[in-house]
């Protein structure tokens, strides 16, 4: 009988997903590996909802943004079912044995990395490969589908500019990226946005009004301020990391959820922040502000040119750790390379921007405020 590979998508859907899909399965192919794709995450391995893909399957795909495979943020220890939440580790093995799959292959970000390893820890094989528009997934230099929401987050920029400048208007850009700044300090530097904020670097609006302030004297007649979704005000980044630590160190399950708990709350209050953003520095600086919220359109549409490279690279080289029988592994971007980590290495950890990285330098140096 043909060895069989199983391969979910989870978590938010990136484009070139389909890219990696592809690239997998024709290497595999080449060796008589089927691969059996699971609908919706975890989803389709907890409930058996699956296809075998084929060449059929991975015509046309390279260029499709979204994932032909669905996905969900649903995790195998708390999977929805009817109104409950439910336990499904063990309906996953189950399945995973039924099928009689060789290994389970999961492409995904910081969640699904987390997932992995749990099934990894009752026994399965799983290998994965790196995917998150925000680039935050630790191990990895890069992700499927980072390249292309930095184009159209830059894009956004471009177009912004004109506007802005026939209206003398403050305009502020709310950009993905989870608790990470990756996304809005690559395309705010690629865009040349006068001020960027990260949830890296706190922020004090008095700074970014001044900052705003002396380009209007300068003559500037408007100003461009990508926000990430995560930037935080220097008060409440106190509070977080506060919040953070006492998660760590809580010693029982029960204190851990309610630090969690508090945590939720806090970005709870926190949404709606570019608009408070944008009326404060109306305020402070007396001109006219504006707010674009680019949302889920930086996750839509085709990969990149880019992230098409790099899905395929990915999936050759997870096709090759298969062969090897070497599972267990993330396939990690690493400059050029794409070398097999451990997904225990990685699960768990979040990749935030280092405060010494270039492109923070890069930004400051080309007179780019950082809210600080
Ligand atoms: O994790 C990717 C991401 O796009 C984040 O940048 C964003 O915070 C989140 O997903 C949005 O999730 P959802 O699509 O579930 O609203």
């Known amino acids: 009988m043909n060895k069989c590979i199983g391969i979910l998508t989870a978590g938010g859907d990136s484009p070139g997903i389909n890219a990696a899909i592809r690239s997998v399965g024709r290497a595999l192919e080449r060796e008589n590996i089927h691969l059996l794709g699971f609908r919706?995450?975890?989803?389709?391995i907890a409930f058996d909802k699956c296809e075998y893909l084929n060449?059929?399957?991975?015509?046309?795909?390279?260029?499709k943004g979204g994932t032909i495979l669905g996905t969900s943020r649903n995790k195998p220890h708390k999977m929805p079912v009817?109104?409950?939440?439910?336990?499904m580790t063990d309906a996953i093995v189950d399945t995973y044995k039924r099928r009689q799959l060789e290994g389970l292959i999961c492409i995904g970000g910081g969640g699904t990395h987390k997932s992995a390893l749990r099934l990894l820890e009752q026994g399965l094989n799983v290998i994965t490969m790196?995917?998150?528009?925000?680039?935050?997934?630790?191990?990895?230099d890069n992700s499927i589908g980072y390249d292309t929401a930095i184009q159209i987050a830059t894009n956004a920029i471009d177009s912004l500019h004109s506007t802005a400048s026939s209206h003398k208007r403050i305009i502020i850009l709310e950009v993905m990226g989870h608790r990470a700044g990756w996304l809005t300090l690559a395309s705010g530097v690629a865009g040349g946005a006068d001020v960027i904020m990260i949830p890296e670097i706190p922020y004090d609006l008095e700074k970014v009004a001044e900052a705003i302030t002396r380009r209007s004297r300068q003559g500037k007649r408007f100003s461009i301020v990508p926000v990430a979704e995560g930037a935080m005000p220097v008060a409440m980044a106190k509070r977080y990391h506060e919040l953070l630590q006492k998660k760590d160190q809580a010693s029982s399950r029960g204190d851990r959820d309610k630090v969690k708990a508090e945590l939720d709350q806090l970005w709870q209050e926190h949404t709606g922040h570019s608009m408070r953003i944008?009326?404060?520095l109306?305020?402070?600086t007396g001109l006219e502000s504006r707010v674009t919220i680019l949302g889920h359109l930086q996750r839509g549409g085709f990969p990149s040119a880019a992230d098409r490279l790099l899905a395929t690279?990915?999936?050759v080289v997870c096709a090759e750790n298969i062969f090897k029988g070497n599972y267990g592994k993330m396939m990690s971007v690493q400059g050029e390379n794409i070398v097999p980590v451990a997904i225990d290495s990685v699960a768990g950890r979040v990749k935030?921007?280092?405060?010494?990285d270039l492109l923070v330098k890069a930004a400051r140096d080309t007179d780019t405020c950082l809210g600080d």
Request: hydrophobic residues 30%; proline residues 4%.
């Open 40 to 44: 919706d995450g975890f989803e389709g």
């Open 55 to 63: 060449q059929n399957t991975y015509s046309g795909i390279l260029t």
């Open 82 to 87: 009817g109104k409950k939440i439910i336990d």
């Open 130 to 140: 790196p995917k998150t528009i925000d680039n935050d997934l630790a191990g990895t």
């Open 278 to 280: 944008a009326r404060e």
């Open 282 to 284: 109306e305020t402070l």
């Open 313 to 315: 690279r990915l999936g």
């Open 352 to 356: 935030y921007v280092p405060l010494d």
